[in-house]
């Protein structure tokens, strides 16, 4: 995640209160890199709102 680039309330929120979760975010369970989150519009026949996304390999988890 970009120094600096602002998180929403909700993404803010599904963080929770520790500020070392909110820099590396939550661990992705099928490679471990750490995952962002993301605001994800709806497309292709899937649903939009807010997920955690894995800069990797693309696996979403809805927050």
Do not use: N
């Not at 939550?26 to 890199?33: G, L, R, S």
């Not at 993301?38 to 026949?45: D, H, L, P, Q």
């Amino acid at each position: 995640m970009a120094s600096g680039a602002k998180l929403s309330k909700t993404a803010r929120a599904s963080l929770g209160k520790d500020k070392d979760a909110a820099q590396l975010g939550k661990p992705c369970p099928q490679c471990t890199t750490p995952m962002v989150a993301t605001r994800v519009i709806k497309s292709a026949g899937q649903p939009g709102g807010m997920y955690w996304v894995c800069p990797k390999d693309d696996f979403r988890l809805k927050t």
